[in-house]
């Protein structure tokens, strides 16, 4: 796994306005057979970028030039479906460093959390409120502070607190990762391992 | 001592640490990988420079990538075959025991786990794949895992996780004719939303479940995650333990009589208390179908398509979107719309259990001419039973042909692809957009519903087929 640092940003936002976006959506299985982590950027949304024909789908948000950013704000439930981490590696291969969402499917969260990329969840209301923004005016900015744990649309001064696990939030500050940590605790596991019984 | 879950006194007794404000440090007693989700995590290892801590508590197999059709054969794509041959190279490496194509005991890594008494009671198993919450039919804490997770098993047999919360779901009653595990767990979903159980391990309860057979129960589980939960487990009981000593053998357990002793205190203390607890009456299920992308929108088959989602919003562009992707309008009906494919096997129902399901609608009858059909057993072993028990000539019969065992259609990252715009009638877990192929359209439903559109060549009601007393009707 990646050691990610995360500390501030400042970006415009693309809006995906759709709900349950699942990870078949935003890699789909047929470009699973890769053995590395890179490259999967290239086919994020793959159904929904391309045209049956291979072509450029004029319609979709991330073909169209006016939006760009760093930050990818969705409809709830994103990430839901398959545990594939290649969903996550190909958000973050694609540019992003965080999603914006008012829910996240669990396995998605935490595959996110452990490459870096930050799952922020707001409000249905504040969501609503941001993706209407961004439509309208794509030039809308947003801050996130990990430090403070605050989430900012800048032009309107909305900020919210998020809620991040302080040890994973600990790991994002400081670039750190759980294999060092885990490794770490050899001894107590071998220790675990001689006492556990079946319960 | 305060009562505990089931699934509390599992897991506090795999924590090898508890993270101060953070995640716990959870020992995991097997681990399973496949050709798909593992290579990047042994690449992490390689590039450390560490080995697999305890080789012998990790199984493999190749399963998603794999052809259901001359096996014995180089897979022809490129990518899927370095990926499969990759497993090998790293199970070689590492001492890892890889039950890769071709081997006997090949097949899909949650239908292989229970068949060759790998998943036992009280167990933590993880895998990188959603669905191994099948395992929690055996009463497991199971639950699907990323890539970077994998990793941390193979470095140390162990993960940081958050403890979720739990849910009970109870179900009792009696079920009506025709309606099967299937249809139970997909009642549940659309009742709850394919989000209704994010954040939740589940225990699944009540007297509709303890009638279950083990097959049915890792039905049940393996959907859990459609729901949105980490996972779903049935505490063992009798049935659990009959599955378990028919088993030719069991990994590590040399007395089975004393084990089921132990196994028999796996359970829920009466007074525990659950985060949030729902109740079902099986009673009121019937066969259901699918009708949008996701696993939350179904309904029973003789019903109409809802007017609006299910939080009431008319038109919302979720919910018109998914319909327009299905060709499906408000309101409308599906008993009778055309069906192009049929698609029987995965994790969910790919077991013995579900072709003999399938069997008791086809037997003496014949594939409807404009069905395609896909008969994808999930392991050797079922493909053995199959051939055994006389199913595969029914099917012959019957004019179906049954392919080799793998995931298949279910992710289509093989050849068995849905073309575009096709319908399929799919006994698998997921009707996401593409999900089967590129622009294909899938209708979940069970085994039975499944066998009766292969028939007609339609959406059918499977219960035109069986009459009162269960029988298939000649």
Redesign the interface.
């Known amino acids: 796994m990646p050691k990610v640092k995360f500390d501030i940003l400042e970006s415009t936002c693309i809006p995906l306005p759709f709900e349950n976006v699942d990870t078949d959506q935003i890699i789909p299985a047929r470009f699973l057979s890769a053995t590395s982590r890179q490259g999967f950027g290239d086919n994020l949304f793959r159904d929904w970028r391309y045209t049956k024909s291979g072509e450029k789908n004029n319609e979709f948000v991330l073909n169209n030039p006016v939006y760009s950013g760093k930050v990818l704000v969705a409809g709830k439930n994103f990430g839901s479906g398959s545990s594939r981490e290649h969903a996550v590696w190909a958000i973050f291969d694609y540019g992003f460093k965080a999603v914006v969402s008012s829910f996240f499917a669990d396995i998605f969260m935490n595959n996110a959390l452990n490459n870096g990329l930050l799952p922020i969840v707001i409000s249905d209301d504040l969501l609503k409120k941001l993706l209407v923004m961004v439509q309208k005016n794509p030039d809308t900015k947003v801050k996130i502070d990990l430090e403070k744990q605050t989430f900012t649309i800048i032009a309107t001064g909305d900020s919210v607190k998020f809620g991040i696990n302080p040890y994973k939030k600990e790991c994002l500050l400081k670039g750190l990762d759980d294999i060092d940590f885990l490794l770490n605790m050899k001894s107590a596991i071998n220790s675990f391992e001689n006492n556990k019984s079946l319960l | 001592m305060k009562p505990k879950t089931l699934f509390d ?2 897991w506090d ?1 795999h924590v ?2 508890s ?1 101060k ?3 716990d ?1 959870l ?1 995991i007693d097997r681990h399973y990988i496949h050709e ?2 593992s ?2 995590a042994f ?2 290892l390689k590039e ?1 420079g ?1 080995g697999v ?1 305890r080789p012998g508590k990790t199984i493999a197999t190749a399963d ?2 794999i052809p259901t059709k001359d096996q014995h054969l180089a897979i022809r ?1 490129l ?2 075959r ?2 499969v041959e ?1 497993l090998s190279e790293n199970c070689q490496e590492y001492g890892i025991e890889l039950f890769g194509l071709n081997h006997p005991k090949n097949g899909i890594v949650h239908v292989i786990g229970p068949e060759l008494g790998y998943t036992l009671p ?1 167990m933590t198993i993880v895998c ?3 669905h191994t919450s099948t395992h929690g039919a055996f009463g497991t804490i199971a639950f ?6 994998v ?2 098993v193979l ?4 993960i ?3 403890k ?1 919360k739990k849910m009970r779901i109870t179900l009792d009653g009696e079920l009506h004719r025709g309606v099967t595990s299937k249809d139970i767990i997909m009642y549940i979903i659309s009742e709850i939303s ?2 209704g159980a ?2 939740y391990f589940v225990e699944y309860c009540g007297s509709a479940i303890r009638n279950l057979s083990m097959e049915a129960r890792m039905t049940i589980c393996n959907m859990s ?1 459609e729901m ?1 939960a ?1 996972g779903g487990l049935i505490a063992p009981d009798e049935t659990t333990f009959e599955y378990l000593k028919k088993l030719p053998s069991i990994p590590g357990v040399n007395d089975i009589k004393s084990t089921i002793e ?2 028999k ?2 359970g829920s203390d009466q007074d525990a208390v659950f985060d949030k607890d729902l109740k079902f009456d099986a009673g009121s299920i019937k066969p259901m179908i699918t009708y949008g ?2 696993p ?1 929108m179904g309904m029973a088959i003789d019903d109409s398509i809802p007017i609006s989602d299910s939080n009431g919003n008319e038109a ?3 919910f018109m ?1 998914s319909l327009d992707y299905m060709g499906f309008k408000p309101g409308m009906k599906l008993l009778g719309h055309p069906v192009d494919y049929v698609f029987i096997g995965s994790c969910t129902n790919g077991r013995i259990e579900d072709f003999r399901a399938f069997a008791q609608i086809i037997r003496g009858r014949q594939k409807a001419d404009n069905i395609t059909a896909l008969i994808v057993p999930g392991s050797k072993k079922v493909e053995e039973q199959m051939v055994a028990e006389g199913l595969t000539d029914l099917y012959n019969n019957a004019g179906f042909e049954v392919r080799q065992p793998g995931c298949s259609s279910c ?3 093989n050849e068995d692809k849905i073309p ?1 715009g096709k319908y399929a009638i799919s006994t698998s877990n ?1 009707n ?4 089967q192929g ?2 294909s359209r899938t209708l979940l439903a069970s085994p039975l519903t499944a066998a009766a559109a292969a028939i007609t060549g339609r959406i059918t009601d499977p219960r035109e087929f069986i009459n009162d007393e269960n029988k298939v009707k000649k």
């Open positions: 006194k599992i007794s090898v640490k993270i404000d953070g995640p440090v020992y798909v989700t290579p990047q690449n992490g450390r560490i801590f998603h990538n794509d990518l899927s370095t990926q990759r009280g990188g794949d959603s699907g895992i990323g890539t970077s997770e990793e941390m470095a140390t047999q162990c940081l996780q958050p979720p394919a989000s994010t954040g995650i949105g980490r132990e196994w205190k796996l992308t996701n939350g919302s562009s979720s979107k992710l289509a990252m575009q997921r996401f957009e593409g999900r590129p622009g």
